[in-house]
């Protein structure tokens, strides 16, 4: 069984300010897969990051940073400096070894980020 | 360019009446999936397809059918046995379920029931 559980339904900020998206997942693989999308009101969902299980380095990318932590089960998003572009709902996704040999991706429930001007 | 095509963006259906859900990716991808998305729930999969003439039901597949008769394609029937259809579905595809790949989703398709 797989889990994908984001806590945080709505978060409302100012332009400028950093925020945290959390992500707490469970799963009985050693090896699994974990992905942040980015869905913006045109409804697409747009890939923004894959990490292995194997992998805890974090991440940065230009204004968005990863911090996966094996120990507390999280893959947390952090905006800095958000921008109402950044507006948006964002979901974490999880890969494991399901039955049949697969890895079929579970969504949590995604966190609608609203930015104000 | 290379994506998902999903189609039409809004569809009405009346009670009792089964409609069908295009889905068509130039990707050259394998697998295929179909996601539902309500407010509050994110998304669950309805059916996911690992090769042409191959589908597995997902969470969610009790009054849903599909097909893949084509790599390229993979239609979703909302049938009259599905008692809350209306919805925003989504499609997806991916290289394949034995890899690590991202999914790649079409622009979704919101469903009405009337």
């Known amino acids: 069984a797989q889990k994908v559980t984001q806590a945080q339904t709505e978060i409302s900020v100012v332009e400028k300010e950093d925020v945290t998206l959390d992500c707490v997942y469970e799963?009985?693989?050693?090896?699994?897969?974990l992905f942040w999308y980015k869905q913006p009101p045109s409804g697409e969902l747009v890939f923004l990051i894959r990490?292995?299980?194997?992998?805890?380095q974090n991440e940065i990318s230009g204004r968005y940073s990863w911090n996966f932590q094996k120990s507390t089960s999280s893959f947390n998003f952090t905006i800095t400096a958000s921008q109402v572009v950044d507006s948006a709902v964002y979901f974490c996704a999880l890969s494991d070894f399901a039955s049949g040999g697969s890895y079929i991706p579970t969504f949590g429930r995604g966190t609608s980020l609203i930015v104000h001007p | 360019d290379g994506g998902i095509t999903q189609s039409p963006k809004y569809l009405f259906r009346k009670e009792g009446q089964n409609v069908t859900l295009s889905c068509e990716q130039n990707?050259?991808?394998?697998?295929m999936y179909w996601y539902r998305q309500d407010p509050g729930q994110g998304l669950r999969l309805i059916y996911y397809?690992?090769?042409?003439?191959?589908?597995q039901k997902g969470d969610i597949a009790e009054g849903y059918s599909v097909s893949r008769e084509k790599k390229e394609s993979f239609p979703l029937t909302v049938t009259s046995a599905q008692k809350n259809p209306t919805a925003f579905y989504l499609c997806?595809?991916?290289?394949?379920?034995?890899?690590?790949?991202?999914?790649?989703f079409g622009q979704g398709t919101r469903l009405t029931v009337v």
């Open positions: 990707l050259n991808h394998d697998a």
């Open positions: 990490r292995n299980s194997f992998d805890e």
């Open positions: 799963t009985r693989d050693t090896t699994y897969y």
């Open positions: 397809s690992q090769i042409v003439n191959d589908f």
């Open positions: 997806a595809s991916s290289i394949g379920t034995g890899s690590n790949t991202e999914a790649f």
